[in-house]
């Protein structure tokens, strides 16, 4: 019973979260209800506040959500890495950026990075920095496992090389949430091309 329990919850959360997602597209974060999210998700206003305190919640939440999901789909690009060290970096920062709109709109990522500084100490908040740590960590992960492979010099601080490719790709992603005009692609053009010199130096061979 515990484990039919713990799957019903797990499906009402999922259910909450996506009502709310598809309702922000529609309306827009400021103008959707809790209480017509709860009716899309098909339960009562009641239970969502069992799950979460506000909008702002469950916006981090959704957020955690996708960035667990990144993270997951990461693992198989940085355990068998490209060997050329930019074309590692890009396709791992790619997947990341390629699953960014698929709960999220610019807006709504501009509402969540918003929340997360006026209320860092909220559970949702805490999480949300955590997993930024996670993604700076995956990162740093496939830098070291290049290095492992003979494709990054020997010496090279892979946990501060995978830090500055990462503040680069958030700082990026931030400018890109900014601007409605910003297509994918550029961005992902525009980061490869400031990754370039650190990939080169950092790569055997390198002079």
Not at 23 to 32: H, Q, S, W
Not at 46 to 74: C, H, P, R
Not at 169 to 181: I, K
Request: glycine residues 4%; proline residues 2%.
């Amino acid at each position: 019973m515990t484990g039919l329990r713990a799957r019903q919850k797990a499906d009402k959360n999922r259910r909450i979260l996506e009502a709310a997602t598809g309702l922000f597209r529609e309306v827009g974060y400021d103008a959707a209800r809790i209480e017509d999210i709860a009716e899309r998700a098909a339960v009562s206003v009641g239970t969502f506040y069992n799950y979460y305190q506000s909008k702002g919640d469950m916006l981090l939440a959704t957020v955690a959500m996708e960035v667990e999901e990144v993270i997951d789909a990461g693992r198989s690009i940085v355990s068998d890495p490209p060997r050329d060290v930019l074309s590692a970096v890009s396709r791992l920062i790619d997947q990341y950026y390629d699953h960014s709109l698929v709960y999220l709109s610019k807006e709504m990522w501009r509402t969540a990075m918003a929340i997360s500084i006026q209320q860092p100490e909220t559970p949702f908040s805490r999480r949300y920095t955590d997993l930024d740590r996670a993604l700076c960590a995956q990162v740093s992960t496939l830098v070291r496992n290049l290095q492992a492979r003979g494709a990054v010099r020997e010496g090279i601080d892979t946990a501060a090389v995978g830090a500055m490719f990462f503040n680069n790709l958030n700082m990026m992603f931030t400018d890109f949430v900014r601007d409605e005009a910003m297509t994918l692609e550029r961005l992902k053009h525009e980061v490869a091309r400031q990754n370039r010199p650190l990939a080169t130096l950092i790569s055997v061979g390198a002079d």
